[in-house]
């Protein structure tokens, strides 16, 4: 699947990345998206790479890469992977 997404101002860039963000994490900690799935929309290197070439601020990407963390923070410490994606959420929000 191939979605491409345009947006004509740095900050409305930005907004659009954090919507989805929290979106995905609002579907994960609903059970309605795997963390692969996540991963696969948004919280990867290869689009942390990507925001970066942009020229987005260093907020989302650091949101984007906490995002990339969530699979270690399930298979490592699975009892603060909740905890992980509400913080995320509220991250996303400011």
């Known amino acids: 699947m191939k979605l491409k ?3 004509n101002k740095k900050n409305e860039a ?3 990345v954090l919507t989805i ?3 995905l994490l609002e579907s994960l900690e609903n059970g309605l998206l795997t963390i692969n799935d996540c991963e696969n ?3 990867s290197p290869c689009s942390v790479s990507i925001l970066e070439e ?3 601020s260093g907020d989302v990407i650091e949101i984007v890469e906490l995002g990339c963390e969530l699979e ?3 298979s490592l410490r699975p009892a603060k992977l909740k ?3 509400r913080d995320l959420k509220e991250q996303s929000k400011e």
């Open 54 to 56: 942009k020229g987005l």
């Open 83 to 85: 905890d992980g994606i």
């Open 72 to 74: 270690d923070i399930q």
């Open 21 to 23: 963000a929290i979106g």
């Open 41 to 43: 929309y948004l919280f």
């Open 14 to 16: 930005e907004r659009l």
């Open 5 to 7: 997404l345009s947006a």
